[in-house]
């Protein structure tokens, strides 16, 4: 689980989150093996952290300069 200090809350955007996926993939896994999941969802949230483990840091920028800087 990420630390308290680590909430999502915190997480500015989606830069932000890639750089501090490692803290919450942990958290992600838990998730995706819960019994009130059914299988289909189980999957789902099985491939959104497969996707996650493989984007890159030039995958994604920050809000800020993807909207231009506003």
Do not use: S
């Amino acid at each position: 689980m990420a630390r308290k200090t680590e909430t999502i809350a915190a997480i500015r955007d989606v830069a932000d989150f890639h750089l501090r996926w490692r803290e919450f993939r942990v958290a992600a896994v838990r998730v995706a093996g819960h019994p009130a999941l059914d299988p289909e969802e189980r999957g789902v949230v099985g491939w959104l952290i497969a996707l996650a483990d493989r984007v890159g840091e030039g995958d994604v920028r920050p809000d800020a300069e993807r909207d231009g800087g506003a």
